[in-house]
Structures are given as structure tokens and as C-alpha cells.
């Protein structure tokens, strides 16, 4: 860990006078409080987390901050999807007010992709926006969420659906804070890192399916797959960084995804988001062959490969009854703008040929979902 | 009203992408769906208004956008500082919400200064950011709060400590609207004007000392006072958007007026904050002079001018009984960064002579207010 032979691997963040890095690699909690305050000199700061996050990395958190002569004071909040919400966005920023935190000082997001979204909203508007560190400790988080400065909280309206945009200074993911993660929550976040294959990277898809098992081990080809994963999507939030446009193939399963998660009421015993998303991209390229734009071919190596790693493919093999077809296009419908009969979706002409299609007929996606 | 011959000022504010008009001048609620369905085709919208300007002006408002097709939700929440909170923040999001609007659909802010902030804020983080437009009903907010881009709440921590910059994409102030505002929030108000003439507006000041009875009766005087203080607020704002500088100068008597409202517990029926800003302006050039800065007669004749219209220049005109100078200074202390026991001042060498004064002792202020 010392800073002449640093074993992390850094993936910048180019947005103008807004750029950051992303430091991906082991040990970089015990890192923090050196990298955080050779960036942001003399702040003071926050730590937003949760009970689970907590019991596991605060102490480190608050021992590496104290080293570099960071004052910290911690936020802890009750894990899961009930925290991104009004009552708890409002708990949070009277804590960092009451810690009398300036427009300098930072909040720092420890924790997976609720803690990432509820703490940067935060930050985004505590004194019209404060700085702004993530920690992400899920795969989800480490690859997805924590780049690109969307952040939020759910409404009775829907998920995500209040928030603001506000870059984070500096992204800390540390690759061991994964050890402690469950199985399953690793599986799901594994499902946006094949996603970044299955957009435009086809090589990168390929070597998923070679070296999987060394992914979920850890070790390089973790640190290797999260890297990549932070390039594509630093990528694609360089080129939009409000999502007026092509951040759009970002959401590669998960319309079908969205719907499914609003079908099994975002109950994380039945299905999380990772799996609602494996089996939308399933779904997404299976549509594609019905629709003659891939080949069948394609889909079922995609199916392949999510089994093979332990995500679910299929409505199926969601546990419990699921609505019929008409409801889950209802559902559809509520999530995405539907003009005049025809809705947009990312759709795919093979692996890593995914594209935006507007004007997808309703009753073709129907009549695909009927027939499954 | 016809678009041939239009009896409003435009004042343009400069902000690069984010640019966008004021018109100022008679019947511009009227008006309100052509200017709003010209600049944003298509667009819905929700009206954010309190039930004061709601018995007012709100029927005239549906009316005017519904002739533009403009179809609206009214959303009336509880007038006062009260609603600029988040429990009105919650309920206003949901009712947006509730009414399907997307990004491009508008938020519209109708009533004073707290409709103003809570509204902005609400189209600031509704889907991460939607069209805003302002429609300021009192003369502080056609002044001064709707213009800028500043939003937000208050906490127990204090006022507007949350929220975001969001700028409107037009701001539309009906000068009519004024006639059925008290004369005591009109006085109110104008204290902000008489502030851009003191800041560096010599002349305007001397203007206002001759005119000030034609702007209180309406009229074009009351329209050029109203665009003269909506051009300097939006020449300070464009050249520090984020109030990262000398936007600062706008904060002219707010440091002692803050201090005020705090000690009077922001009740209303005591001080309302136009009144606390007039006795601040009072107290800074007095001293300012008492600091050899700038002349006693310039302090006195910015007394006289203030007294002239009705406003209050002194704390013993605060009706109840007030803390003493010790107190007072703890409140500045809270509002402002206190280093090495300097504050950072907004003094005057005269009349429109206004600077921004760093280490200026907390020895010498509390010294003077103990002379009061
Ligand atoms: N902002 C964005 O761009 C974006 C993108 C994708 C997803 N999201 C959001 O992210 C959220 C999902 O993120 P998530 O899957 O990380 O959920 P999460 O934050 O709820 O974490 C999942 C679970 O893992 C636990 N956990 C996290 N790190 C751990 C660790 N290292 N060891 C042990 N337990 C750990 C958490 O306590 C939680 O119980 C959703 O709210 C989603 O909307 C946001
Ligand atoms: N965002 C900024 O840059 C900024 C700047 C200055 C002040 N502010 C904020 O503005 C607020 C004060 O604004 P305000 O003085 O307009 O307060 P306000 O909105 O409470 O309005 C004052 C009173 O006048 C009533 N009213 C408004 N227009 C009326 C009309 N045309 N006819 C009859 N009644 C009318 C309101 O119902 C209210 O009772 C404060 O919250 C302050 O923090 C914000
Ligand atoms: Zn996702
Ligand atoms: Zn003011």
C-alpha cells in the first residue's frame, strides 16, 4: 500500500472542470483518508452507510481518515431499498448539517448502490451541493452506480424518480470490501458487468465467458473485469452526461427488467435488480432473434453464459406467481414514454451490437411476451 | 396585450446554455400561456402557488394556458415560511409526480418568494431537473428571488441550508400582482431594491429618494425600478453563477438582517425579512462610518430614505424585547464562517460604494452594536 507501488488501477472520468478517477484495487479503504485528503485539503466529512457496511469497514474508514487528519462523523442507516426515500434523505441531511459541514467539506457514500444514490443526493443539496466521495462496497455499485453522478431517491411514483445530477470528486473502490458481499449480490452485479460485453465490447463477453470463475474468485481478473466495466460506462457518461442521449444503451435489459422488479414489488426475497436485469438482457435478445434482427444463435450463447455464472434467464424462474403478459406491458407502458402504440427499446444485432430502436410495436413486444 | 405592441421590459440574464428572459410589466398572468407555449412546445405543466395568490390570480393563470393548450395542475400548498420545509417538498414532488409530467414538462412557481424557492427546488430534482418557470407575485421575488437560480428549503439548522441552483427558463413578473399585495410586504420588497442602488448604483439610488411615491402608486416608474434591480441582480449572477464570489455583494445588510430574523425567531408579525435587510443596510453604513470608511451623512441619508417609506432602521424599532449585543453576535457567528475572529463584512465607502470586507473584527462589530 505504499504510494510508490500502488496495486490499484485507475480509470479517469472526463468531464470537463467535473472529472475525477476512479481507483479500483485492494485495500483502498485503509487508502481513503491519504487519497481524500491529498484531493480535498483540510475537509472535514461525513460517512454515509449502512448497519451491514458499517459492522464491516467503518472502523477501517474511520481509522484511515483520522491517519490524514480527516474529521469524521459517521451516518448510519437501515440497509435495503427503504432508506432510498424522503424520510431518510431527510434524517441524513440534518445529520451533515448538524455536523456543521461546509460547501468544502465532503460526504463520503460507504456502502452498495442505495448508499451511493441516498448520499449523493445528499451532498447534491446541502448547501446547493457539497463534494462528494463514493465508496462503493457491492459489484453493482463498484461498476455501475457509483460513476456517472446520477443520484436519487424512490417515491410511491416510482424508482429513482427524484434526484439530482452531482459528480462525485474522487471513486474509491476497494476489490476486497467484495469478500464480504453475498453470493447472490455478487451474481447480480455481475449481470451489469456483462452488460458492458453485450453493449459493444464482444471480446470483453468472451472473455467473461473464459474467465468468469477468476472473476468471482477475485484477484486480477476482478480488479480487470471492474475496470473495464468503469471504462465503458465513464465512456458513454463522457459523451452524456445528463442522458439526453445514447447513455440511453446503458438501460440494455431493463425495460423488461424494470417491469419485472414493479411485477414482484422490488421484493429482494423474490428478485433483485442484477437478476431482473440478467433476465431482461435474456429477454432483450431473444426478442431480437423473434424480430430477425440477430441470430438465435447469439441469444442462446447470452442465456448460456448468465446461467452458467447462477443468474436466472427466464420469467420463469422467478419464485412465486408472476401476471400475465398484458400486466407486465402495462407495466412496461408506466416506465417508458409509449407514442402512439410504438416504444423505445435497446434492442441488439448480435453480442456487444446492442442499439437504441425507437418505434418498437407494442403488440410485437406483446406477442413476444405471450409466447413464453 | 397584443404581441404587436407588448408594454413589458425584457431583461436578459446571460448564463451561457442556461440564458433565459424576464419580462416585467402589466398582464403578463394574461399572458402567461403564450410566452410559456412559445418557448416550451408541448409541454405541460403543474402550477406551484399558495392559497393567498391562489384566491388571486390562479383561475387567470388556468385560463391563460388552457387558451395556449397548455394544460396545468395546480398544486396549493399553505402560505408562509412554513412550506419551505420537507414535508411541503415531499407532497409537492408526489403531486408532480402524480400528475405524469416529464423533463420537458414545467414546473410553474406563482406567488412570492417561498413559492419561488420550494417550487424551483421541486423542478430541480423531479427527474433529476425539469423545466422551470417563475412567476413572481411579490415585489421581493420580482426583484430579487426569482431571478438567479437559487432554490431550496429551510431546517432546524436554518434557512435555504438545502437546495439546489436551478435556473427558470423564463421569469414572468405581472406588475399588476403587486396591487393586491400588502403594503407592508411591498415595503418589504422594496428594501431589496433600495440595496441595488446602494451596492453601486449611486445614481439609482438618488432616483428612487425622488421617485420612490410613483413606484409605491405603480405605474412605468414601478416597472423601471423593477427591471433596474432584475438587471443588476442578473449582471451579478452571470458573472458568479454559484456564488463562488463577489455575488456575495447582493448579501448587503442580510449579515445583520440574518442575525435580526434569527433573534425575532423568524416570526413574521415582529420582522418579515425586507424589514431585517433595511435595518441591516442602516447598520452597515453606520458602520461603515463608525469604522471611518465612509461618511456619517451617507449613513444618515440612507436612514432617511428608508424612514421616508416606512421601513424600519433600527433594532429598538423591532416590537418585543430583543437579546442583547452578545447574542446577536453569536447569530452572525453561526451564519458566517468566524476565522481567527475576522468576519467577512459587506461594507461601504458611501453610498453605492459597497465592498466585500474580509477580517473585519468581531471585537469591532460587537463594539458597536454595543453602542446602539
Ligand atoms: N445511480 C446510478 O446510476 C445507479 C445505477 C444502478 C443502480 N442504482 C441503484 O443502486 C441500488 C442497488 O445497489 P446495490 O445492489 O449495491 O444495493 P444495496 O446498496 O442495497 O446493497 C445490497 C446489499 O449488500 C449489502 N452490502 C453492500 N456492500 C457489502 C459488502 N461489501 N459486504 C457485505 N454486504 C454488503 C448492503 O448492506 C445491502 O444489504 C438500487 O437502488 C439502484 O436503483 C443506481
Ligand atoms: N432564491 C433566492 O435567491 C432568494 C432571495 C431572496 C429571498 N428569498 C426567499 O424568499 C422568501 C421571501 O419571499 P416573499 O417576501 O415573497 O415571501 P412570501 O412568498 O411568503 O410572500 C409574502 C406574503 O405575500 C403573499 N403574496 C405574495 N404575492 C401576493 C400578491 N400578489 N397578492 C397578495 N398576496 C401576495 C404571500 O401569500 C405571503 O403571505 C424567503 O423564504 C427568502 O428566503 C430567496
Ligand atoms: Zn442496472
Ligand atoms: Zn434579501
Redesign the interface.
Given at each position: 500500500m505504499s504510494p510508490e507501488s500502488p496495486e490499484f488501477t485507475t480509470v479517469p472520468v472526463s468531464l470537463g472542470e467535473r472529472s475525477y478517477d476512479i481507483l479500483i484495487g485492494p485495500g483502498l479503504i485503509a487508502r481513503a483518508g491519504e487519497e481524500i485528503a491529498r484531493r480535498l485539503k483540510g475537509a472535514r466529512a461525513a460517512i454515509v452507510t449502512d448497519e451491514n457496511v458499517a459492522g464491516h469497514y467503518l472502523d477501517a474508514l474511520m481509522e484511515s481518515l483520522k491517519s490524514a487528519g480527516i474529521a469524521a462523523t459517521p451516518v448510519i442507516v437501515a440497509p435495503g431499498e427503504k432508506s432510498k426515500g424522503?424520510a431518510t434523505?431527510?434524517i441524513v441531511?440534518?445529520a451533515v448539517?448538524?455536523a456543521r459541514l461546509?460547501r468544502g467539506d465532503a460526504v463520503i457514500a460507504l456502502g452498495g448502490g442505495v448508499i451511493g444514490d441516498l448520499a449523493g443526493f445528499v451532498a447534491?443539496?446541502?448547501?446547493?451541493?457539497m463534494n462528494f466521495i463514493q465508496m462503493p462496497t457491492s459489484l453493482l455499485a463498484q461498476v455501475d452506480s457509483s460513476v456517472g453522478g446520477?443520484t436519487?431517491i424512490n417515491?410511491?411514483?416510482?424508482k429513482n424518480?427524484?434526484?439530482?445530477?452531482h459528480q462525485p470528486q474522487l471513486v474509491l473502490a476497494d476489490t476486497d470490501a467484495l469478500d464480504t458481499l453475498s453470493p447472490r449480490e455478487f451474481r447480480a452485479g455481475y449481470a451489469e458487468v456483462a452488460k458492458y460485453g453485450l453493449i459493444d465490447q464482444p471480446e470483453f463477453f468472451a472473455w467473461l465467458e473464459a474467465n468468469w470463475k477468476q472473476v468471482f474468485a477475485g484477484g486480477s481478473e476482478r480488479i480487470d473485469a471492474i475496470a473495464i466495466s468503469c471504462r465503458a460506462k465513464a465512456a458513454v457518461v463522457a459523451r452524456d452526461e445528463?442522458?439526453n442521449g445514447d447513455r440511453a444503451l446503458l438501460n440494455l435489459g431493463h425495460t423488461f427488467g424494470h417491469a419485472l422488479e414493479t411485477a414482484t414489488g422490488y421484493d429482494s426475497s423474490r428478485l433483485v435488480h442484477g437478476e431482473a436485469v440478467s433476465i431482461g438482457m435474456a429477454l432483450a435478445h431473444r426478442f431480437s432473434a423473434h424480430m430477425n434482427l440477430a441470430s438465435p444463435d447469439d441469444a442462446a450463447r447470452v442465456e448460456a453464459h448468465l446461467k452458467a455464472v447462477g443468474l436466472p434467464v427466464s420469467i420463469s424462474g422467478i419464485p412465486g406467481s408472476l401476471p400475465p403478459a398484458e400486466k407486465l406491458m402495462d407495466y412496461i407502458a408506466q416506465d417508458k414514454?409509449v407514442a402512439r402504440g410504438a416504444l423505445t427499446f435497446i434492442l441488439t444485432q448480435g453480442i456487444g451490437q446492442a442499439f437504441i430502436a425507437k418505434d418498437v410495436p407494442f403488440s410485437a413486444v406483446l406477442g413476444f411476451l405471450q409466447g413464453k
Open positions: 424522503f434523505l431527510e441531511t440534518n448539517l448538524a461546509e447534491g443539496i446541502v448547501r446547493r451541493g446520477k436519487g417515491t410511491a411514483y416510482g424518480l427524484v434526484g439530482v445530477f445528463r442522458e414514454k
